[in-house]
Nanobody, 121 residues
Framework: QVQLVESGGGLVQPGGSLRLSCAASGFTLAYYAIGWFRQAPGKEREGVSCVSKYGGSTYYGDSMKGRFTISRDNAKSTVYLQMNSLKPEDTAVYYC??????????????WGQGTQVHVSS
């Protein structure tokens, strides 16, 4: 069955870095776009980043540009989100999701369970 499992979250000080991983199973990762989303307490879910199928295109939310980098390793069936210069406002649960069209800005059909990121001194 399709599964997405996020890992790599944790507690980090402002200015620090984390690398999140999204391990996919039950399907061929290369044929799908993968998006990262986040949701902070009391706030709506927002898009963080996305990588299209085959990795041809990447997208970032405005507040993430220049700080976050998305990448994919289809051989390992894993998508990564490198987050640098973290700020307290980046605190949220981060989710990865599969986008079946292969192109970002389409709806996702499967979601992971999320990994908590907490940025605090």
């Amino acid at each position: 069955q399709v599964q997405l499992v996020e890992s790599g979250g944790g507690l980090v000080q402002p200015g620090g870095s984390l690398r999140l991983s999204c391990a996919a199973s039950g399907f061929t990762l290369a044929y799908y776009a993968i998006g990262w989303f986040r949701q902070a307490p009391g706030k709506e879910r927002e898009g963080v980043s996305c990588v299209s199928k085959y990795g041809g295109s990447t997208y970032y939310g405005d507040s993430m540009k220049g700080r976050f980098t998305i990448s994919r390793d289809n051989a390992k069936s894993t998508v990564y989100l490198q987050m640098n210069s973290l700020k307290p406002e980046d605190t949220a649960v981060y989710y990865c999701a599969r986008i079946p069209t292969g192109y970002c800005f389409s709806s996702a059909d499967y979601w992971g369970q999320g990994t908590q990121v907490h940025v605090s001194s």
